[in-house]
């Protein structure tokens, strides 16, 4: 059973890095059939899809167009994880942020979930 | 992109049927039949009911049931039960191996 486990402070300052990190177990971070993402949540706009990492005989990134100056996704292959860096974040990156993966069985469909992070940006 | 546009919510008696509707645009809903549907509750990691527009993972009750017209996705509920109290939020995949999710939908059950 694939599992997911976020960890990663909880409390950021304006204008530093916001930095999360997703163990995996029950899978590998290189499956050539899986791709990591991350996810945001808060009461103001829903869910908000952030990235993806995944590896294809080499190891690609995708990133939504909102955040994408300011994000990296990489993965930690000796530590099977992938980590989140948001950078020069503001109050309204404060949110839950999830981990997940999505499979090709599943085809871009998030179908586990880490437990989730609660992020507050705030001096 | 845009996220997709949901009602903000719905409601229905239990025994009854609801639909939540899901609308998007040629480059994400209307152009690629990987539409998914997830439900959450607070303090609890969305789960994902529906994928492929229509299809349900292992686990997921037959009353919940998706389809998709143009730019438009939809998620059926029928029979409704208590415990389907609850968010539920599209996604779609929007080209270029990105994601887009909808604003969600506030279920009642009455």
């Known amino acids: 059973q694939v599992q997911l486990q976020q960890s990663g402070p909880g409390l950021v300052k304006p204008s530093q890095t916001l930095s999360l990190t997703c163990a995996i177990s029950g899978d590998s971070i290189s499956s050539k059939t899986a791709a990591w993402n991350w996810i945001r949540q808060s009461p103001s706009r829903g869910l908000e899809w952030l990235g993806r990492?995944?590896?294809?005989?080499?190891?690609?990134?995708n990133y939504d167009v909102s955040v994408k100056s300011r994000i990296t996704i990489s993965p930690d292959t000796s530590k099977n994880q992938f980590s989140l860096q948001l950078n020069s974040v503001t109050p309204e990156d404060t949110a839950v942020y999830y981990c997940?993966?999505?499979?090709?069985?599943?085809?871009?469909?998030?179908?586990?979930w880490g437990q989730g992070t609660t992020v507050t940006v705030s001096s | 992109q845009s996220a997709l546009t949901q009602p903000r919510s719905v409601s229905g008696s239990p025994g009854q049927s609801v639909t939540i509707s899901c609308t998007g645009t040629s480059s994400d809903v209307g152009g690629y039949n990987y539409v998914s549907w997830y439900q959450g509750h607070p303090g609890k990691a969305p789960t994902l009911m529906i994928y492929e527009v229509s299809k349900r993972p292992s686990g997921v009750p037959d009353r919940f049931s998706g389809s998709k017209s143009g730019n438009t996705a939809s998620l059926t509920i029928s029979g409704l039960q208590a415990e389907d109290e609850a968010d539920y939020y599209c996604c779609s995949y929007a080209g270029s191996y990105t994601l887009v999710f909808g604003g969600g939908t506030k279920l009642t059950v009455l």
């Open positions: 990492t995944y590896y294809r005989s080499k190891w690609y990134s």
């Open positions: 997940a993966r999505d499979d090709d069985y599943y085809y871009y469909a998030l179908d586990v």
